[in-house]
């Protein structure tokens, strides 16, 4: 344990998701020993960032704007809406480049020993979405987890009265992953979603 400030800074960092005790501590003396790290610009930020940012009121994305840019863009298909568990999901899909519809982020997972029932999601606001017509299909995209699976399952139940085509993404092997060390759900997923590679 350090004295005073820097034993809170430290504790400060610690208490970010994915940031140990160790990672912490380095974090804390790389501002101290840093002679030219810029405290003055990561406070700024980090107050902008809790003051500027928002979440899009049609699909809850991070935007500075009431609605984000996927939303705003002409060019995407309303047709399609993928359904993902939190913002940093968008961006995750929107590196492939392979979609070109909407998002809708529902803000976690169902997850009974946390709390998290289907009320505490943003499932509402993708009910009223569907209410127009426009959208043939539902894409659900969330984590290949317990509670990703549960919230899939939750989801797939309720949307199927919609008359909507609801797809979830396949789940199996990496590339460049070894079968050895797949585990048996990875695997087993890898074989019930192969496809026909010739006739």
Same mark, same amino acid.
């Given at each position: 344990?350090?004295?005073? /400030?820097?034993?809170?800074?430290?504790?400060?960092?610690?208490?970010?998701?994915? /940031?140990?005790? *160790?990672?912490?501590?380095?974090?804390?003396?790389?501002? %101290?020993?840093?002679?030219?790290?810029?405290?003055?610009? %990561?406070?700024?930020?980090?107050?902008?960032? *809790?003051?500027?940012?928002?979440?899009?009121?049609?699909?809850?994305?991070?935007?500075?704007?009431?609605?984000?840019?996927?939303?705003?863009?002409?060019?995407?298909?309303?047709?399609?809406?993928?359904?993902?568990?939190?913002?940093?999901?968008?961006?995750?899909?929107?590196?492939?480049?392979?979609?070109?519809?909407?998002?809708?982020?529902?803000?976690?997972? /169902?997850?009974?020993?946390?709390?998290? =029932?289907?009320?505490?999601?943003?499932?509402?606001?993708?009910?009223?979405?569907?209410?127009?017509?426009?959208?043939?299909?539902?894409?659900?995209?969330?984590?290949?987890?317990?509670?990703?699976?549960?919230?899939?399952?939750?989801?797939?139940?309720?949307?199927?009265?919609?008359?909507?085509?609801?797809?979830?993404?396949?789940?199996?092997?990496?590339? =460049?992953?070894?079968?050895?060390?797949?585990?048996?759900?990875?695997?087993?997923?890898?074989?019930?979603?192969?496809?026909?590679?010739?006739?």
């Amino acid at each position: 344990m350090y004295e005073g /400030i820097v034993q809170d800074l430290i504790d400060e960092f610690g208490r970010l998701p994915g /940031i140990g005790p *160790k990672s912490a501590q380095r974090i804390a003396f790389h501002i %101290l020993q840093t002679e030219n790290f810029d405290t003055s610009r %990561l406070a700024e930020l980090l107050v902008d960032v *809790k003051t500027k940012v928002r979440f899009c009121e049609i699909c809850g994305n991070v935007t500075e704007e009431t609605t984000c840019s996927i939303c705003r863009d002409p060019r995407r298909s309303p047709a399609v809406i993928c359904v993902v568990e939190e913002a940093k999901d968008v961006q995750a899909i929107e590196r492939t480049r392979e979609f070109r519809g909407l998002y809708h982020v529902l803000g976690g997972a /169902i997850s009974p020993i946390d709390g998290i =029932g289907p009320d505490d999601l943003r499932i509402r606001q993708l009910v009223q979405r569907l209410a127009d017509d426009t959208v043939q299909e539902v894409i659900i995209a969330t984590d290949p987890n317990l509670e990703g699976e549960a919230t899939a399952t939750y989801l797939s139940r309720m949307l199927a009265p919609f008359g909507l085509r609801v797809t979830r993404l396949a789940s199996g092997l990496p590339v =460049g992953g070894d079968l050895e060390y797949a585990d048996e759900v990875t695997l087993g997923r890898a074989f019930e979603g192969r496809r026909l590679v010739s006739e």
